[in-house]
């Protein structure tokens, strides 16, 4: 097994909203769906991907394109498609992954139930090829794993609050727990944490973190920074947010809005 050994550095910091992000409103798109999972702009429309009965769906303008289930491994927990070609379907009944392609075909299963020494895995996001980063459990510690050679390549502190999120780049991985947002590089090192001030979700696009507290309130934390702003949002349902380039896109449960974001 191979380790990488990593530094132990970290600034504790309390970042609290310094300014306000103005947003205005682009358009709006009807869909239907349980959990949306991204959505990226090919030639002015929209590919979206998304669950909806325990589905996960690829809609290009108005047909869909592919469809993927697997009953077999129960509910879908989590979908990280960041790389559109190698989509990660998280099944954690089971601790399984399964690996799509673009045409969501199956190129990989991992079973971590099979993987010795055993690890139960609560989170899943994408590491730079076949790595991803995982959160065992039982640790209560990341991981930054090979799923192709079964070695762990890097490994972070263990934390000692409860896992609400995982979020990563090829480069960078973001930790959210109830007491702190962690943000990690690709050896496992701690860059900084910051205190989680009710936050309970986040979503991630080129380093660029939007925030959302326990009021449904959305914040902005930009790359490498760790100043955080309110963003002016709508008075909408805010069910789920994401975040492509400078657009956010708030859904509520009927429509999915999409907001420019001005940034002074």
């Known amino acids: 097994m191979r380790l990488i050994p990593f530094f132990f550095f970290f600034v504790s910091t309390v970042a609290f909203p310094q300014k306000r992000i103005k947003t205005t409103f682009v358009k709006k798109i009807e869909l239907k769906a349980e959990s949306i999972i991204s959505v990226d702009k090919v ?14 769906f690829r809609k290009h303008k108005d047909a869909i394109i592919y469809n993927y289930s697997n009953v077999q491994l129960g509910d879908i927990t989590s979908v990280d498609a960041f790389s559109p070609l190698k989509i990660k379907v998280f099944y954690k009944n089971f601790n399984t992954i399964v690996v799509l392609d673009n045409r969501f ?18 989170h899943v996001s994408t590491g730079f090829g ?24 890097a490994k972070a502190l263990p934390v000692q609050s409860l896992v609400i999120q995982l979020v990563s780049s090829y480069t ?12 990690y590089d690709a050896y496992g090192s701690l860059i900084y944490k910051i205190e ?10 080129y380093g660029n973190i939007v925030l959302q507290s326990n009021d449904k309130s959305l914040y902005y934390l930009p790359k490498n920074s760790q100043v955080i702003s309110s963003i002016e949002t709508p008075k909408l349902l805010i069910n789920q947010f994401l975040l492509n380039r400078g657009s956010l896109y708030l859904y509520d449960n009927e429509f999915l809005h999409e907001y420019q974001l001005i940034k002074d």
């Open 43 to 56: 030639s002015n429309f929209e590919v979206i991907k998304y669950i909806d009965n325990n589905t996960l």
């Open 196 to 205: 989680n001030k009710n936050y309970i979700a986040m979503a991630l696009n």
């Open 105 to 122: 075909s199956e190129m990989d299963k991992i079973d971590f139930n099979t993987i010795k020494p055993y690890k139960n895995i609560s």
């Open 172 to 183: 960078y991985c973001w930790l959210l727990t109830e007491k702190y947002l962690y943000k």
């Open 130 to 153: 076949s790595k991803l980063w995982v959160f065992n459990q039982d640790l209560q510690q990341l991981e930054l794993f090979n799923y192709k050679t079964g070695e762990v390549w």
